[in-house]
């Protein structure tokens, strides 16, 4: 029986990897200090695998930026306009790819998150010419240094059905065209790297979603051809974030020689599969959540390996993770400052990895693992903790009446009022929350933190970023205004920090997207909000401009999907007792003068299931949360969302549905091809499409811009149309950020003389 994992953080312990990318992207380092800085982590992270017990260690799961551009990489399928020296995939072309060339002003390639996760991968392009060519020297050689340490590396590849199936098609591209070449492409890496392990994972998590006719046809031919090259290297096909439903049959009857299934999201699968398995087929089973902070219930996930031990040999059984543990902290054993007893309910990376391992010992030896009693001790611990359960809140939330979750009117009559009172001209200017996160900020943070800077000085220090960030606005002629958000860390963990129910690491880093790295917070018990959290800061701002000023809000789904989420009590009743929290909030910066509050859900889309059978549920209860958080305020309040990077065609019904009054989406990757679903479904309030790309320090000209624009005024009439960033502009730098705006503004301005001759 071996025990493995599907994948372990990048970072590092102490996010080495993100400090090495940004010395380098900043020309403070060279690449062959970042590749150095790489090939450290990597040895750590396979010692840290092997010294916790796992049999096979992965390859081939870290990434300078990100898995798929990996994959894009190694298969050669360069978009065109980052094409040179024969398609090569040097580091320059490979940054290139993820984050623009600014000096040739070309941009990104899109980005959207991985299924419902909030980790984001870079979408694959597919055009009638796109090349693909193989390179898998880097993969190559990590197997071969894996090998020297003396371990057994399991090569990761994105499969080759979820790697088409999320690629984007242009240029009238149709996929399937690529079919036959690309899977050439991928026998000759199979074929390669097969000399050297005994296992491959083939990681194709599409299979847990509702597969086109067109993919159960080509996932026969496609693995029929893989078989043909692997010799006596065994395939196994991993599959996660669900269970297969109705693609089971189809999954065990591929030419592979073991299947993972994730037990943590699909946990009612499992006799299905008992029932179903080859003979001849290995089962990996995902008992450990990879995707949470909680410990396992080893007694019950031993149950569980116990049941397929009677139907399946023990040299055909895995023990693992429920997926990739990227979703998951590194240590929590560096955390020092978490409180003692909620500390020993949780398990970080490595923690999942000794999990995994005790499953495997339990099932191989009569020996009951010391960890099983630890982990006894501390669930009975959890479950009987007096701070998890709060009966006032839940009274509260029983107390929600049916008219809580709608405003007063409908939006076209207050439409009428909030142009009357805030007089703003056509096409207005705003942005979509934070402004740059300096170094002098996050000093002044830290040190209040600390007690070495007092409560008064905090005050004064955030209130003079507060007035560098509206005078810069004022000077830029922006139209609705914010106040920057210098006081905040992260848009999540911000809230939860005053709200109860919430604890938080010191060092639980999870990766966003490429250096990004984000610090969810956990939610272990019942929520309420003591006290008001933003306005304060927002009537400081409000004071010093005429210009409407938003206070700004993260939105309950969002908190919910951005944080480690309590396993005890379903997500919608979580969710519930957090909008009330934020309904309180707005409601609060209503009565203290402020006539504009964001409430952003990024995350709605993410937090969908990915099978179409479970998303009316979720949507149900995800839109009533954010309707019950934003419903409390007057028809005069002009009330705005924010979402992400997102398939938005299938949620516009929802969006709509949430009856915001302007709703800001991240557009400009995609070229505004995003607003093509919100025409389709005639959106019936205002939009402020992303113009420009934040996650890229590329600046656009004020005539790109402008060109965005007009593809949107296509799509949305001139008077419902608002202009601003695709998000917060937290990661960037001053001087391209003002760049970035004054085009903005230039372009918008352009626009409007335009329209008002017309």
């Given at each position: 029986?071996?025990?493995?994992?599907?994948?372990?953080?990048?970072?590092?312990?102490?996010?080495?990897?993100?400090?090495?990318?940004?010395?380098?992207?900043?020309?403070?380092?060279?690449?062959?200090?970042?590749?150095?800085?790489?090939?450290?982590?990597?040895?750590?992270?396979?010692?840290?695998?092997?010294?916790?017990?796992?049999?096979?260690?992965?390859?081939?799961?870290?990434?300078?930026?990100?898995?798929?551009?990996?994959?894009?990489?190694?298969?050669?399928?360069?978009?065109?306009?980052?094409?040179?020296?024969?398609?090569?995939?040097?580091?320059?072309?490979?940054?290139?790819?993820?984050?623009?060339?600014?000096?040739?002003?070309?941009?990104?390639?899109?980005?959207?998150?991985?299924?419902?996760?909030?980790?984001?991968?870079?979408?694959?392009?597919?055009?009638?010419?796109?090349?693909?060519?193989?390179?898998?020297?880097?993969?190559?050689?990590?197997?071969?240094?894996?090998?020297?340490?003396?371990?057994?590396?399991?090569?990761?590849?994105?499969?080759?059905?979820?790697?088409?199936?999320?690629?984007?098609?242009?240029?009238?591209?149709?996929?399937?065209?690529?079919?036959?070449?690309?899977?050439?492409?991928?026998?000759?890496?199979?074929?390669?790297?097969?000399?050297?392990?005994?296992?491959?994972?083939?990681?194709?998590?599409?299979?847990?979603?509702?597969?086109?006719?067109?993919?159960?046809?080509?996932?026969?031919?496609?693995?029929?051809?893989?078989?043909?090259?692997?010799?006596?290297t065994r395939l196994l096909l991993t599959t996660y974030f669900g269970d297969l439903g109705d693609n089971l049959d189809l999954a065990l009857s591929l030419p592979v020689d073991g299947i993972h299934i994730d037990l943590i999201r699909g946990p009612n699968q499992l006799d299905e599969v008992l029932s179903k398995l080859p003979a001849h087929f290995t089962l990996s089973l995902g008992l450990v959540d990879g995707r949470n902070i909680w410990k396992t219930d080893l007694e019950a996930a031993a149950r569980q390996v116990n049941i397929v031990r009677q139907k399946v040999k023990a040299t055909h059984i895995m023990v693992g993770?429920?997926?990739?543990?990227?979703?998951?902290?590194?240590?929590?054993?560096?955390?020092?400052?978490?409180?003692?007893?909620?500390?020993?309910?949780?398990?970080?990376?490595?923690?999942?990895?000794?999990?995994?391992?005790?499953?495997?010992?339990?099932?191989?030896?009569?020996?009951?693992?010391?960890?099983?009693?630890?982990?006894?001790?501390?669930?009975?611990?959890?479950?009987?903790?007096?701070?998890?359960?709060?009966?006032?809140?839940?009274?509260?939330?029983?107390?929600?009446?049916?008219?809580m979750f709608n405003r007063n009117s409908p939006f076209t009559e207050r439409i009428v009022i909030q142009r009357d009172r805030l007089k703003l001209p056509l096409f207005p200017t705003t942005t979509i929350g934070s402004y740059p996160q300096t170094a002098e900020i996050r000093k002044a943070r830290l040190e209040y933190k600390k007690g070495t800077l007092s409560e008064s000085q905090y005050i004064k220090t955030m209130q003079g970023h507060i007035r560098e960030v509206v005078n810069h606005q004022e000077e830029l002629e922006l139209d609705v205004l914010v106040h920057g958000e210098p006081e905040r860390n992260d848009m999540v963990e911000y809230f939860g920090q005053q709200l109860k129910g919430f604890c938080f690491t010191s060092n639980g880093w999870v990766q966003s997207y490429g250096s990004r790295c984000v610090k969810p917070p956990i939610i272990y018990g019942d929520i309420s909000r003591p006290e008001k959290m933003t306005v304060d800061w927002a009537v400081y701002a409000q004071s010093l401009t005429k210009?409407?000023?938003?206070?700004?809000?993260?939105?309950?789904?969002?908190?919910?999907?951005?944080?480690?989420?309590?396993?005890?009590?379903?997500?919608?009743?979580?969710?519930?007792?957090?909008?009330?929290t934020i309904r309180d909030e707005a409601v609060d910066l209503e009565t203290a003068g402020i006539d504009v509050i964001q409430i952003d859900e990024a995350a709605l889309r993410e937090g969908m299931p990915i099978r179409k059978d479970q998303q009316d549920e979720y949507l149900q209860w995800a839109v009533d949360c954010f309707k019950l958080a934003s419903s409390g305020v007057k028809d005069s309040t002009q009330l705005h969302s924010h979402m992400c990077y997102s398939e938005f065609n299938v949620i516009m019904k929802s969006i709509a549905e949430m009856d915001a009054d302007v709703i800001s989406i991240e557009a400009s990757r995609s070229g505004m091809e995003l607003l093509d679903a919100f025409n389709a479904y005639q959106y019936p309030a205002e939009i402020g499409p992303g113009v420009y790309d934040i996650h890229s320090p590329r600046v656009p000209g004020a005539n790109e811009i402008y060109w965005l624009l007009q593809k949107a005024l296509k799509v949305i009439p001139a008077e419902r149309l608002w202009v601003n960033p695709d998000c917060g502009l937290k990661t960037r730098a001053w001087p391209e950020t003002l760049a970035s705006l004054r085009n903005m503004v230039t372009a918008t301005l352009r626009l409007r003389n335009e329209h008002t001759q017309q």
């Open positions: 029986m071996n025990a493995h994992v599907l994948g372990f953080p990048r970072m590092g312990k102490n996010r080495e990897l993100k400090w090495a990318l940004e010395k380098f992207w900043r020309g403070e380092t060279t690449e062959t200090a970042l590749v150095s800085t790489a090939g450290e982590l990597k040895q750590r992270h396979w010692n840290l695998q092997a010294t916790a017990g796992m049999d096979l260690l992965p390859v081939g799961d870290f990434s300078l930026y990100d898995h798929i551009l990996d994959t894009i990489a190694m298969l050669g399928a360069v978009p065109q306009r980052f094409q040179h020296d024969g398609n090569t995939v040097d580091c320059k072309t490979y940054f290139h790819m993820a984050r623009g060339n600014s000096e040739k002003s070309i941009p990104a390639m899109e980005m959207t998150k991985w299924f419902d996760s909030n980790y984001h991968y870079i979408v694959p392009e597919l055009s009638p010419n796109t090349p693909f060519k193989k390179d898998n020297s880097r993969l190559l050689a990590d197997i071969k240094a894996v090998k020297r340490l003396g371990y057994s590396p399991k090569p990761v590849l994105v499969g080759p059905l979820t790697f088409l199936l999320l690629a984007k098609e242009t240029d009238g591209c149709n996929r399937w065209d690529h079919l036959e070449h690309m899977t050439d492409v991928y026998c000759e890496i199979i074929t390669e790297i097969a000399a050297h392990c005994s296992w491959i994972q083939i990681d194709e998590p599409i299979l847990c979603t509702d597969l086109p006719a067109e993919a159960k046809t080509a996932f026969q031919s496609v693995y029929s051809k893989l078989r043909t090259v692997t010799n006596s993770s429920s997926c990739s543990l990227l979703h998951s902290p590194v240590d929590i054993s560096a955390e020092k400052k978490l409180d003692p007893t909620l500390k020993q309910w949780m398990a970080f990376a490595i923690q999942k990895c000794e999990e995994v391992a005790a499953l495997k010992h339990a099932a191989t030896t009569t020996e009951t693992p010391s960890l099983f009693n630890e982990n006894k001790t501390a669930l009975l611990t959890r479950a009987a903790h007096p701070d998890v359960i709060d009966h006032q809140t839940r009274e509260r939330v029983q107390a929600i009446t049916p008219e210009k409407p000023m938003k206070g700004m809000l993260t939105g309950p789904v969002t908190i919910l999907c951005w944080s480690f989420v309590r396993n005890d009590i379903t997500r919608s009743e979580v969710c519930r007792q957090i909008a009330l």
